[in-house]
Structure formats: structure tokens, C-alpha cells
């Protein structure tokens, strides 16, 4: 069912978008400091609240400490973008240090997720000061003498022509990318691209993909990619060269960079992948093991500030892949609860998983309700159902969001994954719809619509049967749907692909079911101006 562009991806609890604002204020130089808690969402059990600090004097604000009281019954699991303590139902909340000064008129986000139904929390003050009922005074106090904005701003800040971007896209859902490290190659395409592309601000998240699982423990990918390969100013995100004796170079030290530009954004390390998922089998044997050994890589000092946690991309446990598993039902669930013991439970832990909502599938192969609860989110590889790996066809959609007549197989479509997941109890706000920028393709197709036969696959810039978005919209332009997505034959070529138009049907799905967010395979695809990543976070926002 998938090849070697299926990559997949999960992160965090998310259900229904209601927001429920509680604005709390407190003066600061010329205006004030506010911070609003806002409820994302509220499954019952447990929520997820956005807290939002707004600089509305006109003095920077080099630091900020939130300190609140949350009522009892609601605990705080965890949290990101905040270093927060606490003492019984007490917190405290305090800038990262990464984060940098907060400018005039800036917003800062930070998060939580708490135990228990959402509450109000109670007692807030910000820099020492009282919360406000819920409007910003209209006369500004004197600022506080306790916390003057005396520390100067970091000199690795971003340039001042790039302004941060703090406030998170996707109306509260999850907008998650793989960045591919091989991509530096022959792609041509840099995390740089990812700014200049307008993307770094449409995405909550970035998966960098992939590291490698070898010998039972996790293991750099690529060490040139990764952190070795030096940076001209112009391919540099933020136009500044890197030098010979710099601690961190490479992809990894670009996307340090990147997030200081967007505060907003984190990033997490995937490991496996299609390639690499034959090593989760020995992984599996010593999970404890492979856990240390993944703790030890993704927080090595040298950029343990860059990810925020460990993607899990194992195709397939207990199934067939490039290589067959057959570590049990459980193997899933133990290496997954194994990695979230020892990063604990600040640190994103998610998973890319099977699509395959056949029966007796590879869904129903593995025990993924049970790892659930240990994970963020979880991303089902809704793409790759069909392609030209079946060389006579014939010809389908890769990515089908519903069944239709002639489907060449029962289940494999994005709904029947999602409904199979869902009924096994993990709830519809862990998981993201997955989305394939990049089409797959049959050559000697003589038929128009889907089911033609075929001689073979359709050449391709990088692999035959592949081919980008970027290059399809213009080379094969779309002609049909079917199944929520579409498809075009040009010449003896028969290529499906998604769309923006497609990919806004798919987002309101995934509004609909209450889906997490979406995630992508993979940024290079998209053009120049991000086009599909906007359909996705415009179609979620």
C-alpha cells in the first residue's frame, strides 16, 4: 500500500475547537502585559489551553512570569513553549529562554495540556501584578519596579526586517509537515524554503524526516544533512553564513534558526520510516533500551533546543513493510510507552501509522487504541492506497478520501481509516488527516476515467510513478475527481493527485469528524508559494 514517499505522523489531544477566552491583564511600561488562557478543546477526561501573552506597552519586555492557581480536579500534564513549575495547584510559568524579547505590540504563545474538564484558572498575575477582570485598562499604571525590561536582546535574535510570528495557524488544529532531510540534494530545497515559501507560518509543527533505527537504538540519518554541511548566507534562513568553527551547522541549526524567526513552530525528530522501520523489530526487544538511546540523540546538547520531541514511524508492527514484523500486538504499544516514560511528559511523542481500514487489515494488526494514551496525536498515512507499484493498474486515486464504485479495495480510503480508528476508542481529536503533495502515476493508460489498465509507471522528476504537485499542476492539469480527489490523463500518462480545491474538501472533513489537523508529505512538494499548505490551513482555520 505504500511506498517510498509514505510517511506519516502524530501529535496531540485535540477535539472540538471551542474557545473560551479569559483574559487576564497587568500593567507594563507604557501599557500593559495581558495573558489570555483560551480553551482549545475539552474532551471530558482532559483539555488543551493556548495562553497567550500580548506585549501592549511600548517598552520590550524582556522577560515575563505568569502565576496562577487552577481549580481542583484540573492538573496541568503537560506543557511547551513554557518552562512551568508547580507547587500543589499552583504554577508557574516562565518565558524559554530561546524565545527572546517580547516587542511592542508581539504576542507569545504557550501551551498546556491539563487533566480533567477545562477550568478557568484562578489567581493570575503576570510580572507580580494582579490580573485584570477582562479588559486591558484604558490608563496605564506605573510599570512594575520588580521587572524592568533591563536584559538586552540575544545577538543570534532574527534580523529586524523578519518580524516574529507568534500566533499559531489552522484555527487551534494541528498543521504538521515532514521536512526531508535528503531533500538539501537534489531537491534543492533548504529549510529556508520553508520562510521564503510563506510555509514556516501556515505550520504548527515540522517532522524532520528521518532518523534511522538500527542495532535496537535510534541513530543519526544523515550526519552531513543533519548538522556537518556549512551554509552560505544566501542559502542561510536568516542570510547569515555559517563558519568553520560554529558548534551546529546543517539542517539542524537552520531550524533552530527558523524558530526563532517563528516562535510558534516546534519540531520534532521522526525515526523509521519506510527505509528504516526494519529496526524497530530489534527495538522492540529491549524498548527501555531503545528509548535511552533515543533520549540521548534527540536532547544532545549540541540541539536538544531544536526538537521538542520523537516521532515514531514504524511501517508496520506486526505486519509487512519493505520488511515483515512479527513482534506482536503489543510491540507497538511497549516501544511507544517506553519513549514517553523516559522523555516524560512535556516532550511531543507521535506516531505515523497504517491507513488501512480493510478488515483484518493492518490497522486490526496492532494494538493502537492501547498506545494512545501515550501519544500526542497520531497520523494515519491516508495516501499511497494505489500507484503504478501495481505496474497494469488499475488506475486509482492514490489518496481517496471516500470509497466509490470500482475502488479497486474495500477499506482502503482515508473515511474507512478514520471510522476504524475511531471505533477502536482513540479519540477523534488524536488524529490528523494525512495529505500527499505529490501525485502517482500509470503510462499506456488508454481510459480517462479510474480502472484503466496500464503498461507501467508514469516517468518522474526523482522516481517513476512520482511526481510533485508543483510540476503536475502545470505538466497534467486536473480533469476529474473521484473520491474526494482528483485525477488527469494526459496522453497515455494517468496521474491523481490532491488539489487545493481537494484539499479544502478534505479539511472540512476533517472539521466535521473533529479531527486534530492535518499533516503532509512532504514541503518540497508544494510550489513556490506554498499553495497547498495554504488550502490546509486556511481550510482548518
Given at each position: 500500500?505504500?511506498?517510498?514517499?509514505?510517511?506519516?505522523?502524530?501529535?496531540?489531544?485535540?477535539?472540538?475547537?471551542?474557545?473560551a477566552?479569559?483574559?487576564?491583564?497587568?500593567?507594563?511600561?507604557?501599557g500593559?502585559?495581558?495573558?489570555?488562557?483560551?480553551?482549545?478543546?475539552?474532551?471530558?477526561?482532559?483539555?488543551?489551553t493556548?495562553?497567550?501573552?500580548t506585549?501592549?506597552?511600548a517598552?520590550?519586555?524582556?522577560?515575563?512570569?505568569?502565576?496562577?492557581?487552577?481549580p481542583?480536579?484540573?492538573?496541568?500534564?503537560?506543557a511547551?513553549?513554557?518552562?512551568v513549575?508547580?507547587?500543589?495547584?499552583?504554577?508557574?510559568?516562565?518565558?524559554?529562554?530561546?524565545?527572546?524579547?517580547?516587542a511592542?505590540?508581539?504576542?507569545?504563545?504557550?501551551?498546556?495540556?491539563?487533566t480533567?474538564?477545562?477550568?478557568?484558572?484562578?489567581?493570575c498575575?503576570?510580572?507580580?501584578?494582579?490580573?485584570?477582570?477582562?479588559?486591558?485598562?484604558?490608563t496605564s499604571?506605573?510599570?512594575?519596579?520588580t521587572?524592568?525590561p533591563?536584559?538586552a536582546?540575544?545577538?543570534?535574535?532574527?534580523?529586524?526586517?523578519?518580524?516574529?510570528?507568534?500566533?499559531p495557524?489552522?484555527?487551534?488544529k494541528?498543521?504538521?509537515?515532514y521536512?526531508?532531510e535528503?531533500?538539501?540534494?537534489?531537491?534543492?530545497?533548504?529549510?529556508?524554503?520553508i520562510?521564503?515559501?510563506g510555509?514556516a507560518?501556515?505550520?504548527?509543527?515540522i517532522?524532520?524526516?528521518?532518523?534511522?533505527?538500527?542495532g535496537?537504538?535510534?541513530?543519526?540519518?544523515?550526519?552531513?544533512?543533519?548538522?556537518e554541511?556549512?551554509?552560505t548566507?544566501?542559502?542561510?534562513?536568516?542570510?547569515?553564513?555559517?563558519?568553520?568553527?560554529?558548534?551546529l551547522?546543517?539542517?539542524?541549526?537552520?531550524?533552530?534558526?527558523?524558530k526563532?524567526?517563528?516562535?510558534?513552530?516546534?519540531?520534532i525528530?521522526?525515526f523509521g520510516?519506510?527505509?528504516?522501520?526494519?529496526?524497530?523489530?530489534?527495538?522492540?526487544?529491549?524498548?527501555?533500551?531503545?528509548?535511552?538511546?533515543?533520549?540521548?540523540?534527540?536532547?544532545?546538547?549540541?540541539?536538544a533546543?531544536?526538537?521538542?520531541?520523537?516521532?515514531?514511524?514504524?511501517?508496520?508492527?506486526?505486519?509487512?513493510?519493505?520488511?515483515?514484523?512479527?513482534s506482536?500486538?503489543?510491540?507497538?504499544k511497549?516501544?511507544?510507552s517506553?519513549?514517553?516514560?523516559?522523555?516524560?511528559?512535556?516532550?511531543?511523542?507521535?506516531?505515523?501509522?497504517?491507513?488501512?481500514?480493510?478488515?483484518?487489515?493492518?490497522?486490526?494488526?496492532?494494538?493502537?487504541?492501547?498506545?494512545?494514551?501515550?501519544?500526542?496525536?497520531?497520523?494515519?498515512?491516508t495516501?499511497?492506497?494505489?500507484?503504478?507499484?501495481?505496474?497494469?493498474?488499475?488506475?486509482?486515486?492514490?489518496?481517496?478520501?471516500?470509497?466509490y464504485?470500482?475502488?479497486p479495495?474495500a477499506?482502503?480510503?482515508?473515511?474507512?481509516?478514520?471510522?476504524?480508528?475511531?471505533?477502536?476508542g482513540?479519540p477523534?481529536?488524536?488524529?490528523?488527516?494525512?495529505?500527499?503533495?505529490?501525485?502517482?502515476?500509470?503510462?499506456?493508460?488508454?481510459?480517462?476515467?479510474?480502472?484503466?489498465?496500464?503498461?507501467?509507471?508514469?516517468?518522474?522528476?526523482?522516481e517513476?510513478?512520482i511526481e510533485d504537485?508543483?510540476?503536475l499542476?502545470?505538466?497534467?492539469?486536473?480533469?476529474?475527481?473521484?473520491?474526494?480527489?482528483?485525477y488527469?490523463?494526459?496522453?497515455?500518462?494517468?496521474?491523481?493527485?490532491?488539489?487545493?480545491?481537494?484539499i479544502?474538501?478534505?479539511?472540512?472533513y476533517?472539521k466535521?469528524?473533529?479531527?486534530?489537523?492535518?499533516?503532509f508529505?512532504?514541503?518540497?512538494?508544494?510550489?513556490?508559494?506554498?499553495?497547498l499548505?495554504?488550502?490546509?490551513?486556511?481550510?482548518?482555520?
Open positions: 500500500m505504500k511506498r517510498s514517499l509514505r510517511r506519516a505522523l502524530w501529535i496531540g489531544t485535540v477535539v472540538a475547537v471551542t474557545v477566552a479569559v483574559p487576564v491583564t497587568s500593567a507594563f511600561g507604557a500593559s502585559v495581558t495573558a489570555t488562557f483560551a480553551k482549545v478543546q475539552d474532551w471530558g477526561t482532559g483539555h488543551e493556548r495562553v497567550t501573552v506585549n501592549g506597552s517598552a520590550s519586555v524582556s522577560t515575563w512570569r505568569i502565576e496562577f492557581d487552577l481542583a480536579g484540573t492538573t496541568i500534564s503537560s511547551w513553549d513554557a518552562d513549575t508547580s507547587s500543589g495547584n499552583h504554577y508557574v510559568a516562565v518565558k524559554k529562554s530561546w524565545a527572546g524579547p517580547l511592542p505590540g508581539a504576542t507569545f504563545s504557550w501551551g498546556y495540556n491539563g480533567g474538564a477545562y477550568r478557568a484558572p484562578l489567581n498575575t503576570i510580572n507580580g501584578a494582579p490580573c485584570g477582570g477582562g479588559t486591558i485598562p484604558t499604571p506605573p510599570p512594575p519596579t521587572v524592568p533591563t536584559t536582546p540575544p545577538t543570534t535574535a532574527p534580523p529586524t526586517t523578519t518580524p516574529p510570528t507568534t500566533t495557524p489552522g484555527g487551534g494541528k498543521v504538521v509537515g521536512f526531508a535528503w531533500g538539501v540534494y537534489g531537491r534543492n530545497y533548504h529549510v529556508k524554503n520562510h521564503t515559501s510555509s507560518a501556515k505550520l504548527t509543527h517532522l524532520y524526516a528521518f532518523g534511522n533505527t538500527t535496537g537504538r535510534c541513530a543519526i540519518g544523515d550526519s552531513y544533512a543533519d548538522y554541511r556549512a551554509y548566507a544566501a542559502d542561510s534562513v536568516d542570510g547569515v553564513a555559517d563558519t568553520w568553527d560554529q558548534p551547522r546543517g539542517s539542524f541549526n537552520q531550524l533552530r534558526k527558523l526563532r524567526m517563528y516562535p510558534h513552530l516546534k519540531v525528530w521522526s520510516g519506510w527505509t528504516w522501520s526494519g529496526g524497530f523489530t530489534q527495538a522492540a526487544q529491549n524498548p527501555t533500551a531503545f528509548a535511552e538511546s533515543c533520549y540521548s540523540l534527540v536532547e544532545d546538547p549540541r540541539w533546543d531544536v526538537f521538542d520531541g520523537i516521532d515514531v514511524d514504524w511501517e508496520y508492527p506486526n505486519a509487512c513493510g519493505l520488511t515483515c514484523d512479527a506482536g500486538p503489543n510491540a507497538f511497549s516501544v511507544v517506553a519513549l514517553r516514560s523516559k522523555f516524560g511528559s512535556s516532550a511531543l511523542v507521535t506516531a505515523a501509522i497504517t491507513a488501512d481500514g480493510s478488515t483484518g487489515g493492518k490497522i486490526d494488526a496492532t494494538d493502537y487504541a492501547g498506545a494512545a494514551s501515550q501519544l500526542n496525536w497520531i497520523m494515519p498515512m495516501y499511497d492506497y494505489f500507484g503504478a507499484f501495481n505496474a497494469q493498474g488499475p488506475t486509482a486515486p492514490h489518496s481517496p478520501l471516500y470509497s464504485a470500482g475502488i479495495q477499506g482502503f480510503n482515508s473515511d474507512a481509516a478514520i471510522q476504524k480508528l475511531k471505533g477502536k482513540i477523534a481529536g488524536k488524529l490528523l488527516l494525512g495529505i500527499g503533495f505529490y501525485g502517482r502515476g500509470w503510462t499506456g493508460v488508454t481510459q480517462s476515467a479510474p480502472g484503466g489498465a496500464a503498461t507501467g509507471a508514469a516517468p518522474g522528476t526523482y517513476a510513478g504537485y508543483k510540476v499542476k502545470n505538466t497534467c492539469p486536473a480533469t476529474g475527481t473521484v473520491g474526494g480527489t482528483a488527469a490523463k494526459c496522453g497515455s500518462n494517468w496521474w491523481s493527485y490532491d488539489t487545493p480545491s481537494t479544502g474538501g478534505k479539511m472540512t476533517a466535521n469528524q473533529g479531527l486534530g489537523g492535518a499533516f508529505w512532504e514541503l518540497s512538494g508544494d510550489t513556490t508559494s506554498g499553495e499548505i495554504g488550502a490546509i490551513s486556511g481550510g482548518l482555520g
